[in-house]
Nanobody, 116 residues
Framework: QVQLVESGGGLVQAGGSLRLSCAAS????????MGWYRQAPGKQRELVAL??????SYADSVKGRFTISRDSTKNTVDLQMNSLRPEDTAVYYC???????????WGKGTLVTVSS
């Protein structure tokens, strides 16, 4: 099992920055990918950023503004969010996947609100 706990959400003005952090615990062996999803009110959950095997992937809407990083020694994955927009307002969820068992793990989420 893997437990994921997010932190760093809050209220920020448009154009501002926030840094989200996810602390992972449990059996991290074999976790191949970690990342962030978000869900805005009335919308489906969507991928924001993933990091895996040294590579990264971003949603088009956040490319150039958000940066994902992972510290395997500390079992953390961070999301640096710059130039925030009101449309970035959502609950952000930390995510991890173990490909060998097709197991996915989710945090409980942290709310990010961007005011215009």
């Amino acid at each position: 099992q893997v437990q994921l706990v997010e932190s760093g959400g809050g209220l920020v003005q448009a154009g501002g920055s926030l840094r989200l952090s996810c602390a992972a615990s449990g059996t991290m062996f074999g976790i191949n990918a970690m990342g962030w999803y978000r869900q805005a009110p009335g919308k489906q959950r969507e991928l924001v950023a993933l990091i895996f095997g040294g590579g990264t992937s971003y949603a088009d809407s956040v490319k150039g503004r958000f940066t994902i990083s992972r510290d395997s020694t500390k079992n953390t994955v961070d999301l640096q969010m710059n130039s925030l927009r009101p449309e970035d307002t959502a609950v952000y969820y930390c995510y991890a996947k173990r490909f060998s068992q097709n197991m996915e793990y989710w945090g409980k989420g942290t709310l990010v609100t961007v005011s215009s």
